[in-house]
């Protein structure tokens, strides 16, 4: 899995959810459990992970949502 995006806003991530079920877009959300160990405070951004083969399709979507903003550059290849 690969990193689309990084985030501690709780509503993009269930619009993001939203919109990769939608496209039936295989996902993940890391580290959405931390804030029992950071006491709420939304210190640790949450990780929207998605299948490798999906990236490219994931982030095409976001971006047609309107929040291209949100994606961090895209890496090159063999990182």
């Known amino acids: 899995?690969?990193?689309?995006?990084?985030?501690n806003d709780p509503v993009l991530i269930s619009f993001l959810e939203?919109?990769?079920d939608e496209a039936r877009i295989a996902h993940f959300i890391a580290d959405g459990n931390m804030s029992i160990l950071e006491g709420s405070l939304a210190m640790i951004p949450r990780r929207v992970l998605v299948d490798s083969d999906q990236i490219i399709k994931a982030r095409r979507i976001v971006t047609d949502a309107g929040l291209g903003h949100e994606l961090p550059a895209e890496r090159p290849t063999g990182e």
């Open 1 to 7: 899995m690969e990193e689309l995006l990084r985030t």
């Open 18 to 20: 939203s919109l990769l």
